[in-house]
């Protein structure tokens, strides 16, 4: 006997076999054992292999996929746009980012997707970003941070900070060194705002106390409300008499961290690695005419990550049994944070809502990125003038 005779023998009988009782499909092997001559254990496989194929044939149960894969690729761009962060911090600026890019005829999808991403829930969001980051490479850094012998005229704080204003925010530097700390290096100054989590840099050539004094006397002037505290760790750069000295002649509190107690600063580290690290990476910048522009991109990255990228804040913590149980507020931006607060006043929220209104985060991230790799492109291009001397 042919296979196509035994292929049509099985067909025919494979649906009452599937139905069928003990007995019957006894009898059902019976038969097609007769006919084609196979072991009775042999025809039982067959059946099976040919249920499994029907059972791929047959048309998929439950939902229809709604999220179909153009939705994906709009999420992705919006993702892009909002520097690839998580899809919890994500999903409440969707409108807002979507709306911006219709307004600026940057965005190319068709409403039936543009509707259906709206709609999409957070915890679809998450899942969707999760499959887009499962890319990324976790990258460590060196720590530059040597404790001064003069800590003891700066005061320890360890909190709470729930009840600071704006205008108190922990401070930190992050130095651009790559494998090794040897020689001059550009260090990066970041201040965090605790209250509204308003961020603000200023890059310098290494960490002298003046250039460090500078560096936030150009971030007090870049964040929109009065600097009335800064907390830094035990560096060098922070704790000595220049820095003490301009805090005490513009009447700014200044508290530290204790030593080794990174989490006296969880705020402004965060963003060390969020945004500093994240943006520039790891790599070695050691050419001082590269500042200027680093600074240039910070400028527009403070924009773009202040108006347009939300963040959490812890609210809670309650420690049940060996751990510890966090919640956390709404993800909003520090811009509506700002908005939200009482303590600022309306004329700069008004002067904010103004800024905000002309901005587009595409545009902002697309000139970011262009900037960055300016940035390497030049220090790379001086590194190697500089060893043909």
Known sequence: ???????????????????????????ILTTVCDITKMHKKAAIRKFKKLQMRHGRDQEKRGR??????????A?????????????????????????????????????TTTVKLLRMSESTTKRRVGEFMKSRIPCKGKSATNPSK???????????????????????????CGNSLIGDLIYSVNYTDVSTLWVSFSA?????????????LRIAEKVPFP???????????????????????ESIEMTRSRPNHKNDNAYVEQKNGHVIRRFLGYSRLDQ???????????????????????????????????????????????YSRVLLDPNVSMKIKGQLIRKHSQLNPLLLKKRIDILIEQIFKLNRLLREQNSDI
């Open 288 to 334: 001082r005419e590269v500042v200027k522009l680093v600074n240039e991109m910070y400028d527009l990255l403070e924009i773009y990550l202040n108006h347009f990228v939300p963040s959490k804040k812890l609210i809670e913590k309650v420690r049940v049994g060996s751990k510890y149980v966090r919640k956390y507020d709404k993800a909003k931006t520090a």
């Open 75 to 111: 999420l992705r761009t919006v993702w892009e746009a909002g520097s690839e962060i998580c899809g919890e911090l994500l999903h409440p600026i969707i409108e807002e980012y979507v709306t911006i890019l219709q307004r600026d005829k940057m965005w190319d999808h068709p409403q």
């Open 227 to 249: 600097i009335k505290g800064i907390h830094p760790d035990t560096g060098s750069e922070f704790i000595n008499w220049v820095l003490k000295k301009w805090c005490d002649e």
């Open 150 to 176: 003069l800590k003891e005229i700066i005061p320890i704080f360890t909190g709470p900070w729930e009840d600071k204003p704006p205008g108190f925010g922990q401070v930190d530097t992050v130095v651009h």
């Open 204 to 216: 310098q050539w290494n960490k002298g106390q003046k250039a460090t004094r500078n560096s936030l």
């Open 1 to 27: 006997m042919n296979m196509t005779t035994k292929k049509d023998i099985f067909d025919r009988y494979l649906k009452e076999y599937l139905k069928a009782d003990k007995q019957r499909k006894g009898e």
């Open 64 to 73: 229809k996929t709604y999220y179909t894969p153009d939705v994906s690729v």
